[in-house]
């Protein structure tokens, strides 16, 4: 249990040495802004290629593995979406709600904790759940918000507008290129594959810190009740489903099943919080719950960890 909690405490300690530094020390938050470009428009995207383009093709074209975990998140969305629309009863705010319950921390602090848990061989499910898990919620989201809130643009033109943001996704781009780096072989010149490797170190510490700061930028007045319901389905009911699911539908390789729990059972996304403010809708509570399961997951998560470390995960399903 001592080396589960080595591993997983530096990545909460700077999430709250964020928190704490985002409490105490009067900085504009507008800083942040550059923060966010430099960790989803470099480092991350430098991170998941560099993850991608040194894994194996084959191990890419698990298609019952992508269907079986995207579908998992799926179920998860959906009851979700039908807690928060019996006690919201308004389209907008259910759909940013649902994210709470199955929008977990896949980008931040999902590869970094992995790899660090299970290896180098955790790459490659890593790169295809944030890649088609990135597509789900891209793809429904602004679609059930052109249906919560009609424009004048047509159900043509919103559908395109979704799929342009989805295909210049950076995120999706890296893992684009990054597969196709791995399908033909290619290896970048030593000069961008260091450059791409500094950025690759950074993403995770600049990413949780400013998580922690974003956060503690964003002070709670009261936490409505739906978000406690929210934070357990994605904390406990998401990791539950994958692991069923995927030894329903299996058998996958224990490592990938491993994997694919623990990226379930990650807290809400910082996300949540960035597409309340970007569609104006359930701001505070989506604040709320990115603290709260943030709060929560060190108990959580580092329960996960020490049944994925210590193999007990397949115990649980028989």
């Not at 001592?2 to 709250?16: E, K, Q, R, S």
């Not at 810190?209 to 936490?223: D, K, M």
């Not at 059972?265 to 359930?282: C, D, G, I, K, T």
């Not at 959580?300 to 995960?313: D, E, R």
Request: charged fraction near 10%.
């Amino acid at each position: 249990m001592i080396d589960v909690l080595n591993l997983a405490l530096p990545y909460f300690g700077l999430i709250f040495l964020g928190y704490a530094c985002g409490r105490f020390q009067e900085i504009p938050d507008n800083g942040l802004a550059w923060m966010d470009f430099f960790i989803l428009y470099m480092a991350l995207p430098a991170l998941f290629y560099r993850i991608l383009a040194k894994t194996p093709f084959e191990q890419l074209n698990n298609v019952p593995f992508i269907v079986t975990t995207t579908l998992g998140t799926f179920l998860v969305l959906a009851l979700s979406f039908a807690v928060a629309l019996a006690i919201r009863r308004d389209l907008a705010q259910a759909t940013i709600a649902a994210l709470a319950g199955a929008y977990g921390n896949i980008g931040y602090m999902g590869p970094g904790l992995a790899l660090a848990t299970l290896g180098a061989q955790a790459a490659a499910p890593v790169a295809l759940i944030f890649c088609f898990e990135t597509l789900l919620f891209f793809s429904l989201v602004p679609f059930l918000m052109a249906i919560a809130r009609p424009t004048s643009k047509g159900l043509g033109a919103t559908a395109l507008e979704v799929a342009r943001k989805i295909l210049l996704h950076p995120l999706v781009i890296a893992t684009a290129l990054g597969v196709a780096s791995a399908a033909l072989h290619f290896e970048p010149p030593v000069a961008l594959d260091r450059l791409m490797q500094f950025l690759q170190s950074a993403a995770a510490p600049c990413a949780l810190f400013t998580l922690g700061v974003t956060v503690a930028l964003r002070p709670l007045t009261r936490v409505p009740w739906e978000v406690p319901v929210l934070v357990l389905i994605k904390l406990a009911v998401h990791p539950v489903a994958a692991l069923v699911l995927l030894t329903l539908l299996g058998p996958f390789d224990p490592s990938w099943v491993a994997t694919a729990v623990l990226m379930a059972a990650l807290p809400p996304a910082l996300n949540v919080f960035v597409l309340a403010r970007q569609y104006e809708s359930w701001i505070e509570p989506a604040s709320g719950s990115v603290l709260l399961g943030t709060l929560l997951s060190v108990g959580t998560l580092t329960t996960v960890m020490w049944l994925v470390q210590h193999g007990a995960l397949p115990a649980l399903v028989r």
